[in-house]
């Protein structure tokens, strides 16, 4: 499994998984990827506490794919 950390002052959220580390900006809607900044598909979201992303991004960024 990996980690989720939330920075509310920076509004970043930072995961762990796999060996990479990618934390998202939730005010650039970017993600810095092992020091590598991209942009997301589409721009994160935050619902009753839960952050949301788009459905590409843990396949492309972790190489995890959704357990079947």
């Known amino acids: 499994g ?3 950390d939330w920075a ?3 509004k970043t ?3 762990k998984l796999n060996g990479r580390t990618a934390t998202i900006d939730m005010d650039t809607f970017q993600v810095t990827v092992d ?3 991209s942009p997301l598909a589409d721009p ?3 619902q009753d506490g839960t952050l949301y992303v788009p459905a590409d991004f843990f396949p ?3 190489n ?3 357990p079947s």
Request: aromatic content about 4%; overall charge neutral; hydrophobic content about 40%.
């Open 13 to 15: 959220s930072t995961v």
């Open 2 to 4: 990996g980690t989720v």
């Open 8 to 10: 509310h002052g920076s």
């Open 44 to 46: 994160p979201l935050i």
């Open 60 to 62: 492309s960024v972790f």
């Open 64 to 66: 995890a794919q959704n």
């Open 35 to 37: 020091s590598q900044v």
